[in-house]
Structures are given as C-alpha cells and as structure tokens.
C-alpha cells in the first residue's frame, strides 16, 4: 500500500502533491489563495488514495470558507466549467481540462480542519494535507512570474523540495487504511447521514476493505433510518456496488444486517423458502449464489462458453451491462416466493409456475421505485422474464433432439442484442443450483445450446437483415391495400422469419404468404 516507505504513513511528499494538479492548475490556486488566504487542505478520498498509491479520480478541497467563491475565482482562471453541488451546503465543482476540482467549506459548526474531519463518514476518507506551503510561491515559473494555465509547471518551492507533508489524520485513517478496515468517524455518522450506511459498503466493495464489526452492528441497529433518503441516493449506491467486482459478499452482508430488506424488501420472502431438490439452497440464497457466479463469468466468459469469448465480450462491453446483469441474477427468483404451491398431484411437489414473469413484473416495480434509467429497468425485467427459455430448450437437446430452427429464431427475435446476456444470467442460475436431482451435464448443455442458437443467427438471421427486405410497410400499403396498423408488425416478421428459414426467397412468395396471412387474420 504504501508507496515511498514507512515516512509516508502520516506524511504526502510534496513532489508527489504537486504531481496531483495539472500544469496551470495549482498556479491558478496559488494565485486564488494570494487573494483570498485562509486555509486549504486536500482532503477525504483524494489523500485516501494518495496513501493507497493510487491516481485520484478528482481532487477534493476544503477551504475555511466561501467555497463556491473559491470555485468561481478558479473558474475565471482556468476557463473550466463550474457546476453547482447542492442548495443547502457551500460547496461546487469545477471541470477543467477533464480534471475535477470539487471545493467545500468546514462542514457543520467546525470551525478548523480536524472537527471538519470528525463530520465525515468514515475514517479512511476523514484525513486531510494543509496545502497552504505548497501554493505560497507554488505557481512560479522559472523566471520567478506566475505561470498560465497550459504552461509548464515552476520548480518546486525551496520549502517544498523533498520535503514530506504530514496527513492531519484524527480519527486514525491511516492505521485503519494499514488493516484494510471501514470504520465510521462517529456513533452519529449514519443518524446524521443515513445514506452511509449503503455509502460503508460501497467503500468496503470498491477497496477490498472489509467493515469494522462496531460499524457493522451500529448500522444494523439504525437501519431504518435509511427510508429517509431520496431513492435516486440509493440507487446510486446501490449500482456503484454492483459496478465493483465485490457485489456479492456486499449484498450478503447488507443482507446479514437486515439492511438489504429497506431497499429490496422483496428479496426477504425467499429466506429460508424451500426449493425442488435440483437445488441445495433456499430461494434467497440461491439469488445470491447466482449473483456470486455471475461475478465469475463476466471476468472469463469464454471459460464458460468455448468459442463464444469474442461474443460474451462484445456485449459485456456495452454500456452498463455488468451492472445489469448482477441486478437480472440477485432478482431472477424474485417471483417465486409470490408463485410457491405444492402440486398434491405430483407427490407434494413444490412448484413455482410462471415466476419468471411474476418476477419481471416485480423488477420493474423495484426500478420504478429505485428511480432507475428506463433502459435499466427493461433489460433487467427482459432477462429476467425469459430467464427459463435455455432451460426449456436444454430439455430438447437432452432428449437427444435437434433445437428446431423456428425455436432458435424466436429466441433471438425475442432476446435481440440482450441473447447472449441471457445465456450468461442462464450459467450462473445453473451454477448456482447444485440439488441432487439437478442435470449432471446442465452447464455444458446451455453452452452446446448457445453455440447452436449462434450458429443460426449467423447462418440465418444476419444474411436476411444485413439485405434488403422482401416486403416493406409501403408495399402492404400499394399491393394489399392495408391501413397501418399491428397488423403490419405481424405480417413483416412473419415474412422476416419465412425468409430466415428459407422458405421464401423472393418478393412475389412474400406477397403471398402475406395475402394469406391477412386472410386467416
């Protein structure tokens, strides 16, 4: 962790600050604080990172006062972009040069840096650096003038030059950054925020850290103050766990505490529900089992799919594909505790028929009360609902049949761009059910079936779409003389799924299995 030895455990070399601020920036601050004076610190992730040896995604500062004054003066001088933060408090953000700047004053009643600290969430991020030496003289070039934005950056001050500036560190950051450890700054920090109590696993998912057993009992003993956040708050928190490659013990813990139910209330009727014998977990479980594989396949899907790496690939890197499909495998049985009989019929059988879209109509009900993108929440509910198909057409090809083509191509039309994010939400339900009575060869049977589905799509459905269509909506128009309509959908893919099986190949064997259509409608 420690990058410039043991000295750096409560001290920032001063080199290593000024390499923080791009050429023009700091000169900008030093001239601000000539003007202005006072006191300035980095502060909170900014040294966190530092400390950790890794690059700031932005650069926090705190000053005395009149942040957003502060903000406007470097806005002046750096030509960037300010961007308001907030009503209520005195603070903004400044966009220059793809750099962000954020600038607050002392929060609450403190009025110096170390009660400013004891106000934040956790330890780790309630450590600060008094820049004040480092922007006295900071922005000279080498003839001694202030340099402008874009030049090259001064000589380091002589005060500055190999010195070390010690971290302001209260609360014991850097001792609990040395045990990888999350700790809150004080009983008060949840009640006073209630989003760090989402904002304590986010940190221990994205550093690896794990949470402190005192944090962890306070935040399951004030759970309940999270109703008081706004549901955009969460949903950010939420994602941004997902996004990290520590989603599943984050969401097992949150489970643990009981937190998970103030914000997915929903999941809590899987605990301890029991489940047929091709599985070993009960439902709730088994969602986080599968949300616990999903974070395997993503990293390697081609492990899991042979010859299907490329493709896994392609789609995983679309925008917010990870993150959708860890939420499509946490919520896939979200139905089930909704749909759960025991079929007398068949020896007392516990059955959950059509959870699948139960279950969708469910996600959308949880995005909609997250706030979550439109986007989010179709694809999420798409997979979701038709999270059972591979396994139904895996009874098929275990049955020693062929997957007929009109199955495969329905398929693809249904899942479209989102089929091979099904396939990867169908491995890590599979692998996450490991019941006695589970299909001894399940898993290689979705990648056959997924190598079977890609062939047609290749074969098929890409030559038909990449050409020119047989009918077109006019042409139902002039030649049958429609009126536009649903119709028209049913027809067009009706041709569409003819010409893909190639039963048709011209317009004239389309314009009549469209007549016929329309005659049988």
Known sequence: MWEHGEETRKNIAGDLLRELFPAGILTALAGIYAKRRGAVYLTGGTVRDLLMGRTPADIDLTVDHR??????????????????????????????????????????????IEADLR???????????????????????????????????GPVPAEMAGEWLPVIDPLGGVEDLEKRRIRVTS???????????????????????????????LARRQRDTLNRVAPERIRHELNL????????????????????????????????????ASHHLDVFAHCLEALRW???????????????????GSYLEGPRRVVQLKWAALLHDVGKPVTFTIDEDRGGRIT??????????ICRDIGRRLRCSNEDILVISTLVAAHMRPFHLSNVMRRDQEVSLKACLRLIRSLGEHLPGLFLLGMADALAGRGDA?????????????????????????????GKPLLTGRDLIEELHLSPGPIFKEILEAVEEAHMEKKIHTRDQALVLARTLVEKR
């Open 67 to 112: 942040a957003q004054a502060w903000a406007a003066d470097f806005v002046r001088e750096t030509r960037g972009t300010y961007v308001e933060l907030g009503r209520d408090e005195d603070a903004a953000r400044v966009v220059c040069r793809e750099v962000v700047v954020d600038f607050t004053s002392f929060r609450g009643m403190a009025d110096h």
């Open 119 to 153: 106000e934040r969430d956790v330890t780790v991020n309630a450590m600060a650096v008094d820049l004040c030496p480092l922007l006295r003289g900071g922005g000279a070039g080498e003839n001694g003038q202030p340099q402008e934005p874009g030049q090259a950056r």
């Open 187 to 217: 009983n008060r920090a949840f009640r006073d925020d209630p989003l760090r109590l989402l904002r304590v696993f986010r940190f221990s998912a994205t550093l690896d850290f794990t949470i402190d057993d005192d944090t962890l009992d």
């Open 241 to 276: 766990i997902m996004a990290s490659d520590r989603a599943f013990p984050s969401f097992g813990s949150m489970a643990g505490i009981g937190l998970l139910w103030e914000v997915v209330p929903e999941l809590q009727a899987g605990v301890g529900m029991e489940q047929p």
């Open 294 to 312: 999903m974070e395997r396949i993503v990293e390697d899907p081609g492990r899991f799919y042979p010859g299907q790496a490329e493709r896994m």
């Open 352 to 361: 959950f028929y059509n959870h699948d879209q139960v279950g969708a109509r």
């Open 438 to 466: 589970r299909p001894e060869e399940m898993e290689a049977e979705l990648a056959r079936l997924f190598a079977r589905v890609e062939q047609v799509r290749r074969e098929h459905v890409e030559p038909v779409r990449q």
